[in-house]
């Protein structure tokens, strides 16, 4: 090669080099300017009460403006800072807007048990985060709204919300038995898809992935927020940040489905022995049992990835002659993100419970009104 033409290719050379650096610049002041940060570092928290008595879910912006909480205003800090007076100013800082619970004495988001007003049909909803309503106001979750459907329908009727969030099997058999006081004509088991009973050595894999309803590991319990710092890559960062997102997202697909195979047999025995219990204990009381299944708030918009598992759980429920009525439909085709609390927490927000509720009012009224 001559000198000239060295001299060329050396040029080029610089040049694309320079264009690269040029445009990987212009992303990077794009990020910083936008205010970039990555998933990684993002987290909902919470504030509670000793007793579990009163609950804050708190969130770091309020994208729908459907947080009416500040935590940032005097009124709130009068009403809330005894909840977590040494955590309080830490959560605030990070996620300042919220969502109040509170509890009743058996830690249900609903009234005390009483005797069933006469003339009165009284339904319970047993099951976990997505029944209590997380991230929702308790007028938008779902019992709340079945209730008012059922009532526009005709007769009168009760729904009680016995969702306790964080609880799988066996502990769901505890809630149901709870909700027994409320002395129920119907008890709904509204069934998530990571509610079955796990062994050891499946759930020692829970480590490794983020279950596409609250990654738990980013729930800030009052600590101070992780940052990127003045000279952290925000290019960088973004890049980390899909890779991990593609990495936990494969494992947790796997996760999901192996709780319903081999991997994780045992589990799913007991758990069908659980359903089974409720379904003979509800009977035996008079009342009728149903089984609804919720999907995933993800991958709505095409076809369902975890079909399979579904229809596992409708084959066991038909095999053992207990009512089930697949939520999916309501939700099949809609934009995932659009039904989610917030985009760091991907637990139904208020829509998706008022589709919940109109797809499972006629399932109810139908069950009662069946010999």
Avoid at 332 to 340: F, I, P
Wanted: charged letters at 25%.
């Amino acid at each position: 090669m001559s000198a000239s033409r060295g001299r060329e290719a050396a040029a080029r050379l610089a040049l694309a080099l320079g264009a690269a650096a040029a445009t990987l610049l212009a992303g990077e002041l794009a990020l910083r300017a936008a205010g970039y940060v990555p998933h990684r570092l993002r987290a909902t928290a919470r504030l509670v009460d000793a007793r579990w008595r009163m609950l804050l879910d708190c969130y770091p912006s309020n994208p729908r403006g459907y947080f009416d909480i500040d935590l940032r205003t005097a009124e709130s800090r009068e009403r809330y800072f005894h909840l977590a007076p040494h955590r309080y100013d830490n959560v605030v800082q990070r996620d300042p807007y919220a969502v109040e619970v509170q509890y009743n004495s058996l830690r249900f988001r609903d009234v005390e048990p009483a005797p069933r007003p006469a003339g009165v049909r009284r339904v319970v909803v047993v099951g976990d985060s997505f029944t209590e309503g997380q991230g929702v106001k308790e007028a938008d979750a779902y019992p709340r709204v079945l209730e008012k459907l059922l009532n526009d329908g005709g007769g009168s009727w009760e729904v009680r919300n016995c969702g306790r969030r964080g609880s799988d099997f066996p502990q769901l058999y505890a809630v149901f038995e709870d909700a027994l006081k409320y002395s129920p004509d119907v008890v709904v088991y509204a069934m998530v898809l990571n509610d079955a009973d796990r062994t050891p050595e499946f759930q020692a894999r829970q480590s490794y992935i983020n279950d596409w309803i609250l990654d738990r590991g980013m729930l800030a319990e009052g600590r101070p927020a992780p940052e990127l710092q003045p000279l952290d890559s925000r290019l960088e960062a973004l890049v980390t940040d899909r890779i991990e997102t593609w990495r936990t997202g494969r494992a947790t697909a796997r996760w999901y489905h192996d709780m319903y195979r081999e991997p994780n047999r045992l589990g799913w025995q007991r758990t069908q022995g659980h359903i089974g219990e409720m379904n003979r204990r509800t009977l035996a009381q008079g009342g009728r049992f149903l089984v609804a299944s919720w999907p995933l708030m993800v991958h709505l918009e095409g076809d369902d990835p975890f079909a399979d598992v579904s229809q596992t759980i409708d084959r066991f429920c038909l095999a053992a002659g207990i009512p089930h009525h697949d939520l999916r439909a309501a939700f099949r085709g809609r934009r995932s993100e659009a039904l989610w609390v917030h985009p760091v927490d991907m637990h139904p927000n208020e829509i998706a419970h008022r589709l919940a509720a109109e797809s499972l009012a006629p399932a109810v009224r139908s069950l009662v009104s069946t010999p």
